[in-house]
């Protein structure tokens, strides 16, 4: 290796990423301000992989580069494969549904990864103006205020978020539906859902719920919250109990790893084609 390949390695190596993460910020803030001031029109609506999963013009037009993985641009038919190189992970409108019928709840997503490992997460709740984010090892916050989950290890004292998702066939309603009615009967607290992953997945984080699940989510919903959680101190994991894989379209993240592990063992996942394995919707 040369000399100058060495100290771009050095660089790498040292770089904490702080640069990108101010220009994060203000890119959602941006978008953020974009998306309230659409949110009482009428918006212009197609419907893509079924009745439930929407994308408008505002969607479109919030799209970024593409060479970055963006909802709206691996829907134009791109490809989605997470590489060593820095690469920025962007869900424009996370809650197209909510936005669509101005349901107060949408977000801006926006992770930022590299050598598939994420550095930091933005998520931009755009109606209640909160911004939550983090950077690895530095801990997660919400307007500058640090998070911290609720430590909850008992998983009958537990208010849940979760999503029935987008897809409406009969294999992924029944297991969505049956696994609220297992979660019910353990019992949990409560359950809930805001209509976007992406802040679903925050509330875990501020310690307002203790555990999240999805099943059928992208890797845009909710890579930038995984990181927020766990600068938390939360634990994130696949449904089944393994290591979180973004790409794997299933997510737990709890308030302790004894909260995860017991929900991972009531829950169960329909199949879903993974977000890396073509074609991606
Ligand atoms: C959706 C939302 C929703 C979740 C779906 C996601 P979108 O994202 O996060 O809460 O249930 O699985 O696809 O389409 O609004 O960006």
Redesign the pocket.
């Known amino acids: 290796m040369n000399c100058s390949s060495c100290q771009l390695l050095t660089q790498l190596i040292m770089a904490d990423w702080s640069h990108c993460l101010t220009f994060g910020l203000s890119v959602a803030k941006q978008a953020s301000q974009l998306i309230m001031a659409a949110f009482k029109q009428q918006k212009e609506v197609t419907c893509k992989s079924s009745a439930a999963?929407?994308v408008t013009q505002s969607d479109m037009k919030l799209s970024f580069d593409p060479r970055f993985i963006g909802?709206e641009s691996v829907g134009m038919g791109e490809n989605l494969q997470l590489t060593d190189h820095p690469t920025w992970i962007i869900?424009p409108?996370?809650?197209?549904?909510n936005f669509v019928h101005s349901f107060p709840f949408v977000a801006v997503s926006i992770a930022f990864c590299v050598n598939k490992q994420t550095e930091f997460g933005i998520v931009y709740s755009c109606v209640d103006d909160k911004v939550y984010h983090a950077q690895r090892g530095r801990g997660a916050f919400m307007n500058g205020q640090m998070l911290h989950v609720s430590g909850q290890q008992d998983v009958s004292r537990c208010v849940v978020v979760t999503?029935?998702?987008?897809e409406r066939d009969d294999v992924a309603l029944s297991t969505m539906t049956s696994n609220i009615f297992r979660l019910l009967k353990l019992p949990v607290h409560g359950v809930r859902a805001l209509?976007?992953?992406?802040v679903?997945m925050c509330q875990v984080a501020t310690g307002g719920a203790d555990v999240y699940y999805?099943i059928?989510?992208?890797c845009w919903?909710i890579a930038a919250s995984a990181i927020i959680v766990q600068e938390a101190g939360g634990v994130v994991m696949d449904t089944d109990g393994s290591e979180f894989d973004m790409m794997s379209r299933r997510v737990i993240a709890a308030s302790s790893s004894t909260v995860a592990n017991r929900i991972a063992r009531v829950i169960s996942a329909f199949p879903c084609c993974r977000d890396d394995a073509k074609p991606s919707t």
């Open positions: 999963d929407l909802e869900d409108i996370d809650g197209t549904v999503e029935i998702g987008a209509g976007t992953a992406a679903d999805h059928g989510m992208h919903d």
